[in-house]
């Protein structure tokens, strides 16, 4: 039997105040619009790319046999409490991605462009930002671009990178602490400059566009795409700047140790946990990157990346997998916190779309074909490997335009798509 409230919905950004601290409510049934159903899913979606730049060692990822009874490989089994959560993907590739070199694939995995770091290459908007631009007003942060990682995943309309902040603490700091009445006041006086001051250049270039020769109109589009993302970006920040950031049960002082990767990713978690619990964000990019040193892993005597071009080593792919069973380890820990936080009849998980792959398939030969590939959460029908062709490799774009819908975008293609899902993961 539907439920009809009569009253006005409350606000998801109402907040509670008391004892000198201001905390965001979790989401409330009163939060869903009069005259909802009670059976009515009202909580938002959110989207989570995690990319491994160094990968994955895929025989270990992989199980042997496709279907809902497969046994779990190396790597699944670190994450086989969410077995029902989540779907394991072989087969899939950057299609039309061959570049300079298999690292420059990482250029072009959220954006679908062809041929990354040869001569003319042009890159063009993430799927992230593109989801940001529908639904980045209705959070504090339209996106977060973030990871271990100084290579950001995240791009914008006119092909420029997005820096990721890779420090947890200023991740932290930005998401959970309120600066000053008065850095308060100094944030909304330049927001407002910043907004004079593309108010009085936006009218001339558009003037000026009418006496333009072509690619000199391709130049000032870019000029004028990169004025309306600012304009959009000044007026959601004008908005929350005087509104408190929500308080959370955790506190960070510094950052963990550059060498120590199991902490750092369990921090990160932990607080992009947050982040969404808060639903300070929608839309959530997270690079992994390796280092050139050695990791503080018991039995890793050799750095990251020199593992990850292992020759076939069977020396070095052990130590490789003890690297990358902790980044599983990690990842477990952070879907069981999604999983254990409630919101409306659900969880978090539920309500989160996450991508973990790689932009390489097999390091070790830099090739971008076969990527490892999980997708978990976002109420997919999980539960089982979906092993695709290798030789006939499905399309990573297909995916990133199922993503994009499932966050409300409405498209038929992202990119280089030949197709709006990809084959093997079912709504």
């Known amino acids: ?46 989207f989570l790319a995690i990319n491994a730049g160094l990968g994955y060692h895929c025989p270990y990822l992989f199980p042997e046999t496709p279907g809902k009874d497969y046994k779990n490989s190396k790597y699944l089994e670190e994450i086989k409490d969410h077995r029902d959560s ?28 062809k041929h990354p770091g040869l001569a003319g290459f042009k890159n063009t908007i993430s799927i992230d930002q593109l989801i940001a631009r529908k639904i980045g007003a209705e959070t504090r942060f339209p996106y977060l671009a973030t990871g271990t990682s100084s290579s950001s995943l995240a791009w914008t309309a006119n092909g420029v990178p997005i820096p ?60 004028l795409t990169s004025i309306r993302d600012l304009e959009i970006r000044l007026q959601q920040n004008q908005g929350w700047v005087n509104k408190p950031k929500p308080k959370v049960d955790l506190v960070v002082k510094k950052d963990p140790e550059k060498l120590d990767i199991k902490a750092q990713l369990d921090l990160c978690y932990h607080i992009l946990t947050l982040a969404i619990q808060t639903d300070s964000s929608r839309s959530i990019t997270f690079n992994i990157g390796g280092s050139g040193e050695i990791l503080n892993i018991p039995g890793v005597a050799t750095n990251w990346h020199n593992l990850s071009h292992h020759g076939k080593d069977e020396a070095k792919i052990k130590e490789l997998a003890l690297i990358e069973l902790e980044l599983f380890k990690c990842f477990n820990t952070f879907l069981t916190r999604l999983k254990g936080a409630k919101e409306g009849d659900g969880n978090l998980l539920d309500k989160t779309a996450i991508m973990l792959t790689s932009n390489l398939g097999n390091a070790s030969s830099h090739n971008w074909r076969n990527l490892p590939l999980l997708v978990a959460g976002g109420n997919f029908k999980h539960g089982s490997y979906v ?24 498209i038929d293609k992202f990119g280089h798509s030949d197709n709006s899902t990809l084959k093997g993961l079912e709504s």
């Open 387 to 410: 092993a695709h062709d290798e030789k006939n490799n499905q399309n990573l774009a297909n995916l990133l335009c199922q993503m994009g819908n499932y966050m409300g975008l409405e």
């Open 1 to 46: 039997m539907a439920y009809f409230s009569f009253n006005k919905h409350l606000n998801r950004r109402l907040f509670l105040k008391g004892s000198g601290a201001t905390i965001a409510l979790p989401f409330l049934s009163a939060m869903t619009p009069a005259f909802g159903s009670e059976n009515k899913d009202v909580s938002p979606r959110r």
């Open 164 to 223: 990721s902040d890779r420090s947890p603490l200023k991740m932290y700091q930005k998401l959970f602490v309120n600066g000053s009445s008065y850095s308060i006041k100094s944030q909304m006086k330049e927001l407002i400059r910043g907004k004079s001051i593309l108010d009085a250049v936006s009218e001339p270039a558009a003037k000026l566009n009418g006496k333009l020769g072509g690619k000199d109109k391709e130049k000032l589009e870019e000029y």
């Open 86 to 113: 989540f779907t394991a993907i072989s087969g899939v590739s950057h299609l039309e991605q061959s570049g300079r070199d298999g690292h420059t694939s990482m250029l072009t995995l959220l954006t679908s462009q």
